[in-house]
């Protein structure tokens, strides 16, 4: 990992880039962190990336693990069983609706 400056960023960023395949930039501003240029490899990598950093998707994470813990959540066996099961056409699911 190195550290640079932002100074010094903002006058080699092209380099900068280059050297994130090797691990990630720290910048510092006065002396102090202050943001990190990472590699991005792949699309995937962007993705995650994103996803990691997104308040409201953490948020989420929270709230399904919460609901999960409350209501002990299925089983990873039992949805299994659940997903296996043959599902009717839309047109048998509509029979039966309009037959009770």
Aim: charged share 35%; aromatic share 4%.
């Amino acid at each position: 990992m190195k550290i640079a400056p932002l100074y010094e960023v903002k006058n080699k960023l092209s380099e900068f880039v280059k050297e994130t395949a090797s691990g990630p930039i720290v910048i510092t501003k006065n002396g102090k962190p202050c943001a990190a240029l990472v590699h991005l490899a792949e699309d995937e990598d962007m993705e995650s990336f994103m996803l990691s950093h997104s308040p409201r998707f953490l948020e989420l994470l929270d709230q399904a693990a919460k609901k999960t813990k409350e209501t002990g959540g299925v089983s990873l066996s039992a949805l299994r069983k659940e997903l296996s099961k043959p599902r009717k056409s839309a047109r048998e699911r509509s029979r039966a609706k309009k037959s009770s």
